[in-house]
């Protein structure tokens, strides 16, 4: 580990450790704690001209705010983003906005979320004691370099956006963010490569050259697992690169971002046969501490995959994280409510009642209504938690799934049903990428069908047949379902394995305009019209051996 890198490790450390004390030391104040944190919301936004047109006040108790505020999604504030965006103004909140953050819906369109300097102070409190907490639970990772991952756009659009607004670090105040720069294995860069490809070699590129790597944060285990893979796709590529200290045939579009060199991981990628194995990467990164990423819902096979395929370092889940604002983090091995950010609301799924955070009890299924420095007031979010115990009065949640639904023809089928149900099932070996809804399933009329990855030679139809077959059965215990299948609305469930769903799936997502490192594998998901080719012959046509 170079100096710099220790350096910047022993102040970060320095830095955070406050906020991971802070952050247990009002553990036991939790009611306290939130009136707080909607008080100066409530002072922020009643002084902006939005605030304004919708009546805040800064002098409101928490049971005033939820008696004149409604709950909200991101269209409520379409127009007054538009304006925000177009003055470079503080229309929704008084805090100047520093950067807009763009995210992907469940379908397609991108949203911009504008983060603040107080939505960043909110982001602040968080990160600073899930780091701190990190120093102490494993000490390891503060040996070696990071990665936090960049959360690249696609291609054609990043003429509208600023260089820096996908850098993961920009959440962080500005002297943890310098500090933390200092132990970073990839630059930022890496971002400016002129298309999403190059962006991604770059940082397989310098990802491969350090030996020192310790600790490895992205969101979805399958960023991490493709990257992985690209990584044996382009080992010959990447060992001339880093033999050499130059970009090769992709230079002309790499102009702003410096080539690593690294003689010892050319000779490693020249040596290597390309098969994912636990061996070669143990090699590769010897140091690997910690790698960090979503593990729960639809994200858990592709975890284990992650996780067997580096043995040698820790795994830590997330918690739950969305570009809108944070709901929990690892913290001592749980995973509580981030109560020092935001200003929090649940909705009892059960009764349809909301609360406040400090109303929760054991054992609830709740979805998380957030408050952020952002402007967004009582912002309703698409997942479902569970209350699992407590950290002093704070509330440890679990992830469920997502609330989004389907209603194809009037058989409500939801994301946590989709969870449930492929949870169930006996795989084979395969693994569950997504339970599609269709307008046009087989015979060009509305129904399921269940996407699964499977290993080369597998026998597709039994597998299919059988994966199928369940699906039917699991989805006819929803009366609706039944109701529109003996009604003729909608086709039996079927099932398409192929060895590379994974990659068809997420090429689809792209192509639908969603945002690079931020694509999730889902439980539920409605494509609308037609569907890509290789899945239409799939179900046209009977299976054969893969």
């Known amino acids: 580990m170079g100096v710099g890198t220790s350096f910047g490790h022993q102040l970060l450390k320095l830095l955070v450790t406050p906020g991971c004390r802070r952050f247990e030391r009002h553990l036991g104040e939790l009611e306290h704690i939130q009136r707080g944190r909607l008080s100066r919301w409530l002072a922020a936004v009643a002084a902006s001209p939005e605030g304004q047109r919708c009546g805040v006040r800064a002098d409101w108790t928490w049971e005033q705010f939820a008696q004149h505020m409604p709950l909200t999604t991101y269209g409520d504030y379409a127009e007054a983003l538009e304006r925000q965006r177009a003055s470079r103004g503080r229309e929704m909140v008084d805090s100047p906005v520093m950067r807009y953050q763009p995210t992907s819906g469940s379908t397609s369109a991108v949203k911009w979320i504008p983060y603040s300097k107080l939505f960043l102070d909110e982001l602040d409190e968080v990160i600073s004691a899930w780091v701190g907490d990190l120093y102490r639970q494993f000490p ?39 500090l933390a720069y200092l132990t970073q294995s990839v630059p930022q860069e890496v971002a400016l490569a002129e298309t ?60 702003e971002v410096a080539c690593p060199r690294s003689a010892r991981a050319a000779q490693l990628l020249r040596a290597w046969d390309g098969k994912l194995a636990p061996e070669f990467f143990a090699k590769l990164w010897p140091g690997l501490a910690v790698v960090s990423s979503w593990d729960t819902a639809a994200a858990a096979p592709w975890a284990d995959k992650l996780r067997a395929l ?43 009642q909301v609360l406040a955070s400090w109303q929760l009890r054991d054992g609830m299924q709740v979805i998380p209504i957030m408050t952020t420095g ?4 009582r912002y309703k979010m698409s997942d479902v938690v569970r209350v699992d115990g407590f950290l002093g009065q704070v509330p440890c949640l679990t ?24 949870d169930g099932l006996a795989l084979h070996g395969a693994l569950p990428v997504t339970l599609l809804a269709l307008d046009q399933s087989t015979r060009l009329s509305p129904g399921y069908a269940l996407l699964v990855e499977c290993a080369e030679g597998t026998d597709r139809s039994a597998l299919e047949a059988s994966l199928a077959g ?22 039996p469930a079927a099932c398409v394995a192929l060895p ?12 639908r305009g969603m945002v690079e490192g931020n694509i999730k594998i889902e439980p539920l998901r409605h494509w609308k019209g037609q569907i890509p080719d290789v899945l239409r012959h799939a179900l046209d046509e009977p299976a054969v051996a893969a």
């Open 140 to 178: 390891q990772q503060g040996r070696g370099t990071h990665y936090w991952s960049l959360s690249w756009i696609p291609t054609d659009m990043r003429d509208q956006t600023a260089g820096d607004i996908n850098d993961d670090m920009k959440m962080l105040s500005w002297g943890k963010r310098l």
């Open 310 to 352: 580096l043995p040698h370092a820790n795994f830590q889940g997330k918690g739950l994280w969305a570009t809108e604002g944070v709901v929990t983090f690892p913290f001592q091995g749980r995973f509580p409510l981030a109560y020092l950010s935001h200003f929090y609301e649940f909705e009892d799924t059960a009764t349809g």
């Open 399 to 422: 992830f469920l799934g997502r609330n989004d639904g389907v209603d194809l023809v009037g058989e409500k089928t939801s994301a946590t049903l989709a969870q449930q149900i492929q």
């Open 470 to 491: 369940q699906l039917e059965r699991a989805l006819l215990n929803n009366f609706h379902y039944k109701l529109a299948r003996e009604l003729g609305q909608l086709q």
């Open 196 to 255: 999403s490809d190059d962006s991604l070699f770059a940082t397989v590129a310098y990802l491969v050259a350090d030996e020192t790597l310790g600790f490895i944060s992205v969101w979805s285990p399958t960023f991490a697992l493709g990257a992985l893979e690209q990584l044996a796709r382009w080992r010959e590529e990447l060992a001339q690169v880093l033999d050499t200290g130059h970009w090769g045939a992709r230079q002309a579009r790499m102009a």
């Open 500 to 511: 590379h769903m994974r990659d068809i799936y997420l090429d689809q997502c792209r192509l």
């Open 374 to 377: 952002s402007g967004f007031a």
